[in-house]
């Protein structure tokens, strides 16, 4: 039987106005990744205001692209329209993955990042959730972590940048990053690799950049919103990384303020 399949035309509008009170480096990711479940039909990025030099892109995990900002507005405008064409996947079904059929590229996302240390979970699989040490997750037990992590965090503003998921399972509050954190750092401790994911999504209220983990399970990645607050399949990818620190959208290297923002993803 075929797997069940979403496919979809989403577009997104982005506007970012900021004040930078002196000339200041700026690192950007607002731009969506094109991978093997979408891509873009077409996409502009406009900079406007005190910019001192052409923006350069990368590409890669995210598509970062350098500003320099002279003093003054900076105004910021991102549209694309992309195509969504996603297997879905139920995961309760899915069977684990053995370390050894692991592909090795993807063995490195079982380890430590700065906000996702699965050393600190491996007791507490067991204690809240009764998985033995060295317990590899299968699909169902993904879902039972997914689920608990739903039921036991209140979504609130409570976190910061240096927020880790051993502080937001301490606090038992957070936004998406810090569900997102907590959900790799569980996923990982329990032998499945994980990864970050911001993203743009669809019926997501309020509207804004949005975060989920990604889990590798029976030789894929799978989306894992733990917010449960937007469709995982209308997901739009802007960066895959390990965690927070290397996806946001904008890393101001200076001092600025933000005058106004807006994230806007409408079904076409």
């Known amino acids: 039987m075929s797997p069940a399949r979403h496919e979809g035309a989403y577009t997104i509008d982005v506007a970012l106005d900021y004040r930078i009170e002196q000339p200041t480096s700026i690192l950007l990711a607002i731009e969506a990744l094109e991978d093997g479940e979408q891509t873009l039909a077409g996409e502009e990025l406009s ?7 052409p923006s350069l ?16 507005d900076l105004s910021i405008r991102y549209r ?18 053995p370390y050894a059929a692991l592909p090795p590229e993807v063995a490195p996302w079982l380890f430590a ?20 040490a060295g317990w590899v997750a299968d699909g169902s037990t993904i879902a039972l972590i997914r ?18 998921a051993t502080d937001t399972y301490i606090a038992r509050a957070g936004v998406c990053r ?15 690799p994980a990864r970050f994911v911001s993203s743009y999504a669809y019926q997501l209220d309020p509207p804004d950049f ?22 995982e399949q209308s997901l739009v990818r802007i960066a895959r990384v390990s965690d927070a620190v290397d996806a946001s959208f904008m890393t101001i290297f200076g001092s600025a303020e933000m005058l106004a923002q807006r994230v806007t993803v409408s079904r076409l």
Request: glycine share 6%; aromatic share 8%; net charge negative.
């Open 47 to 53: 900079i406007h205001g005190a910019v001192q030099a």
């Open 57 to 72: 892109r990368s590409s890669g995990p995210a598509r970062y692209r350098w500003i320099e900002a002279a003093a003054g």
């Open 80 to 97: 694309a329209e992309a195509w969504v064409a996603r297997d879905l996947a139920v995961l309760n079904t899915l069977p684990l993955t």
């Open 113 to 132: 990042s700065r906000h996702c240390d699965p050393t600190r979970f491996e007791r507490i699989l067991a204690d809240e959730m009764n998985l033995p």
């Open 147 to 164: 689920d608990w992590i739903k039921g036991h965090l209140s979504y609130e503003p409570v976190s910061t940048a240096e927020t880790t």
């Open 178 to 192: 810090d569900y997102a954190h907590l959900m790799i750092a569980l996923a990982r401790a329990a032998g499945v």
């Open 210 to 231: 949005h975060a989920v983990a990604e889990v590798w399970v029976a030789g894929r990645w799978h989306m894992v919103d733990a917010t449960g607050l937007a469709p």
